[in-house]
C-alpha cells in the first residue's frame, strides 16, 4: 500500500508533459498575430474605427507581454530536476512508517478505552443479564432494557423469558411495529 502510494506521489514529477511540443510563448505569439490580422481586416472593412484599432492593438499587446513574462519565471521550476522526486521518495516512507509506529502501538490507547473493553468483555453474560434484571426491577418503565432484555433472551432460546420481556415493553410502547414483530416471532418460537 505504502509502494502504490508513493507511486501516486512520484509518477507527476516523474512523467514530464508532453501534450503540446510548441512551448506556450510561442502559441501566446501566433493567437496574438491572428488576432492582429483579424482586427486589421475588421479595420479595412470599417468594422472598427482608427481609435478602437488602436485601442485593440494596445490591449493584444499588453496581454502578450503579461502572458509571456510569467511563463519565462515558470520555465525555471519546471525544471528543477531530481531534487524533488528524492525528498518525496525518502521523506513520504519515513513519515508513514513513523506515524503507523506512535499510532498503531497498543500504548496509544488510553487506560479508559482498555479497562472499559476489558471489563464488559472478562463478566458472563448471565452476570450482565443479572445486572440487566437488577436494573428493570429498579426502573420498570425502561424501554430500551426491556428490549435489550426480550432481545438476549431470543437469542439464548429463553421463549418464556423472551415473552414476558416483550409483553412488558408492549406496555410500555403501544403499537410499535418492531415490538409486535419481536413478540410474535417470541411467541411463534415458544408454541414451536
Known sequence: MLAS?????????????????????????????????????????????????????????????????????????????????????????????????????ANYLSTEDQTATTDTSARSPDALLAELNLRLEQNPTDREGWAILANAMMSLGEYTQAVDAYEKLYALTGDDAEVLVGYADALAMLEG
Open 5 to 105: 502510494a508513493l507511486w501516486l506521489l512520484l509518477w507527476p514529477l516523474l512523467t514530464r508533459s508532453t501534450r503540446t511540443t510548441i512551448p506556450r510563448h510561442e502559441l501566446n505569439v501566433r493567437i496574438a498575430q491572428q488576432r492582429l490580422a483579424e482586427i486589421t481586416t475588421e479595420l479595412k472593412n470599417e468594422q472598427l474605427s482608427d481609435a478602437d484599432f488602436n485601442t485593440a492593438q494596445t490591449d493584444l499587446e499588453d496581454s502578450l507581454l503579461t502572458d509571456i513574462q510569467p511563463e519565462e519565471r515558470s520555465a525555471s521550476l519546471k525544471q528543477s530536476g531530481p531534487l524533488p522526486v528524492l525528498v518525496v521518495a525518502t521523506l513520504f516512507p519515513i513519515a508513514v512508517i513513523a506515524l503507523y509506529l506512535i499510532l498503531g502501538s
